[in-house]
């Protein structure tokens, strides 16, 4: 069935309207989540700066290693809550406005090495490729409807697609790592309750870093429900009926 000449405006302004919200919604909670971020790192810092103190000097080898094993399990988290930001943005950005939107050079920068191998193969061709069309516009002179240049920008967006799809299966992967360093740190509290001074020392400290990440992470549900509206609010395509032409 062909859309109606008033409907078809009409549902095109509205998907717009969602979109547009959709794009401030993002801008303005990245703009937060720095600012979150920022937070859960200076509550995980203070509890860094308590292992200077004669009070952590005093604690048993037992008590001391606790600690040390809450150290590097929160920041084995926040590393990993910071990769599933930069991965998750990378995919909406491709999804929503094109690789040639995506900062491939900032992404590159902000995962660590060896922590997604197939993204990082595939910044490269990409990145590769967007150099040789340069080089066919700037060098060769070649017009975009050159037939190298569309063979090119054929390849850069198939290599887009593969790029969203191995960010996707990275992220699948943190998000499943993540859940089980939740429960190593759940495992760990209760572990830490047997040693009541260690606790009593620890537990203002605990207590303002899980509040920070719990507000990193309401934040970040945020940031993934609006880019799955951006997602879903795609242009308004017209279906033709065949038997009409």
Same mark, same amino acid.
């Given at each position: 069935?062909?859309?109606?000449?008033?409907?078809?405006? #009409?549902?095109?302004? #509205?998907?717009?309207?969602?979109?547009?919200?959709?794009?401030?919604?993002?801008?303005?909670?990245?703009? /937060?989540?720095?600012?979150?971020?920022?937070?859960?790192?200076?509550?995980?810092?203070?509890?860094?700066?308590?292992?200077?103190?004669?009070?952590?000097?005093?604690?048993?080898?037992?008590?001391?290693?606790?600690?040390?094993?809450?150290?590097?399990?929160?920041?084995?988290?926040?590393? /990993?809550?910071?990769?599933?930001?930069?991965?998750?943005?990378?995919?909406?950005?491709?999804?929503?406005?094109?690789?040639?939107?995506?900062?491939?050079?900032?992404?590159?920068?902000?995962?660590?090495?060896?922590?997604?191998?197939?993204?990082?193969?595939?910044?490269?061709?990409?990145?590769?490729?967007?150099?040789?069309?340069?080089?066919?516009?700037?060098?060769?002179?070649? #017009? @975009?409807?050159? @037939?190298?240049?569309?063979?090119? /920008?054929?390849?850069?967006?198939?290599?887009?697609s593969q790029l969203a799809e191995a960010a996707r299966a990275s992220l699948h992967l943190i998000e499943g790592r993540l859940q089980e360093l939740g429960t190593e740190q759940s495992n760990? /509290?209760?572990?830490?309750?047997?040693?009541?001074?260690?606790?009593?020392?620890?537990q203002a400290l605990e207590a303002q870093r899980t509040l920070d990440r719990e507000s990193y992470q309401f934040l970040l549900?945020?940031?993934?429900?609006?880019?799955?509206?951006?997602?879903?609010?795609? @242009?308004?395509?017209?279906?033709?009926? @065949?038997?009409?032409?």
């Amino acid at each position: 069935r062909k859309p109606t000449t008033a409907s078809r405006p #009409s549902a095109e302004r #509205s998907a717009e309207r969602v979109r547009q919200q959709a794009r401030s919604d993002i801008d303005f909670i990245n703009e /937060r989540l720095d600012s979150a971020q920022a937070q859960l790192s200076r509550s995980t810092n203070q509890i860094l700066d308590f292992k200077k103190t004669q009070t952590f000097a005093n604690l048993s080898s037992r008590e001391r290693a606790l600690v040390d094993r809450a150290e590097v399990l929160a920041k084995d988290i926040e590393d /990993r809550d910071r990769q599933r930001r930069v991965l998750a943005n990378l995919v909406s950005t491709i999804e929503n406005r094109g690789i040639g939107s995506a900062d491939l050079p900032s992404v590159t920068a902000q995962l660590p090495a060896g922590s997604a191998p197939e993204v990082s193969q595939l910044i490269n061709q990409v990145q590769a490729q967007q150099t040789e069309e340069r080089r066919l516009r700037t060098e060769d002179r070649k #017009s @975009p409807g050159h @037939p190298q240049v569309v063979a090119v /920008r054929a390849e850069i967006e198939e290599l887009g697609s593969q790029l969203a799809e191995a960010a996707r299966a990275s992220l699948h992967l943190i998000e499943g790592r993540l859940q089980e360093l939740g429960t190593e740190q759940s495992n760990l /509290r209760e572990e830490q309750r047997l040693f009541p001074d260690l606790e009593g020392q620890l537990q203002a400290l605990e207590a303002q870093r899980t509040l920070d990440r719990e507000s990193y992470q309401f934040l970040l549900s945020q940031l993934y429900q609006a880019q799955i509206t951006l997602a879903a609010a795609s @242009p308004y395509v017209e279906v033709l009926d @065949p038997s009409i032409g």
